[in-house]
């Protein structure tokens, strides 16, 4: 009940193109819900995060949108480009009463030029 | 504004011998967290202290590993007797706040390898 599954794997986007990452979760006491951005070498970076009181949040060219019903939730980065290719990860918080992040297992993306 | 600061960024050392890392969190903030990152089993949390106090352990492998936080501006991660499975990139992050949905904030981690 504390996993989160994330998908896909890996994911190759032309420049330009939309690239899609998907989370599902299982614990409904969850209360937080961050995506991370993680370049080689560094540690992972907050990109973008959403509370489920709302169905979408968007900063930039990055969207969450959150689907409470499903429990899931998905990272949409838009007009992606070379530079957004990193590791991404998304998380979820709030179960127990604990700062914990349950984090998935990454996504792998590459923008090709 | 100062991020976590960890050090050293790499570590290489022999089997047997005792490791120590270091972490300084971002002024301020009362939660810190050491995290473990490898291939094949991602980031896993490791421990986590709120208010200097560790809080929740049960990430910790095996009694080889213990952490501290004398204070709220400095922690370490011990490991001894260093194995070579224990080769991997360990972050530390920190966060302000009472509540779940503050964000956490990552150091750059310490890249250790065992031979």
């Known amino acids: 009940q504390q996993q989160v599954k994330q998908s896909p794997q890996s994911l190759i986007v032309q420049k330009g193109g939309i690239s899609i990452i998907n989370c599902a979760y299982e614990?409904?006491?969850?209360?937080?819900f961050p995506w991370y951005q993680q370049f080689p070498g560094k540690g992972p970076a907050l990109l973008i995060a959403?509370?489920?009181?709302?169905s979408e949040k968007k900063e930039g060219r990055f969207t969450i949108s959150f689907n409470k019903s499903a429990k899931q939730f998905s990272l949409h980065i838009m007009d992606s480009q070379p530079g957004d290719s990193a590791t991404y990860f998304c998380a979820a918080s709030g179960a127990s009463g604990t700062y914990k992040y349950i984090f998935g297992t990454g996504t792998r993306l590459k923008v090709l030029a | 504004d100062a991020g976590v600061i960890q050090s050293p960024r790499h570590e290489v050392t022999e089997m047997g011998q005792e490791v120590t890392l270091r972490c300084k969190p971002i002024s301020g903030h009362n939660s810190l967290f050491w995290y473990r990152q490898t291939m094949m089993r991602g980031l896993e949390l490791l421990i986590y202290f709120n208010n200097n106090v560790p809080i929740d352990d049960s990430g910790m492998p095996e009694d080889r590993f213990s952490a501290k936080m004398p204070n709220a501006s400095f922690s370490t991660l011990k490991i001894q007797p260093s194995e070579p499975r224990d080769s991997a990139v360990y972050f530390c992050a920190s966060k302000s706040g009472q509540s779940s949905n503050q964000p956490q904030h990552f150091g750059d981690g310490t890249r250790l390898s065992i031979l």
């Open positions: 959403i509370r489920p009181d709302v």
């Open positions: 614990n409904t006491a969850f209360d937080y």
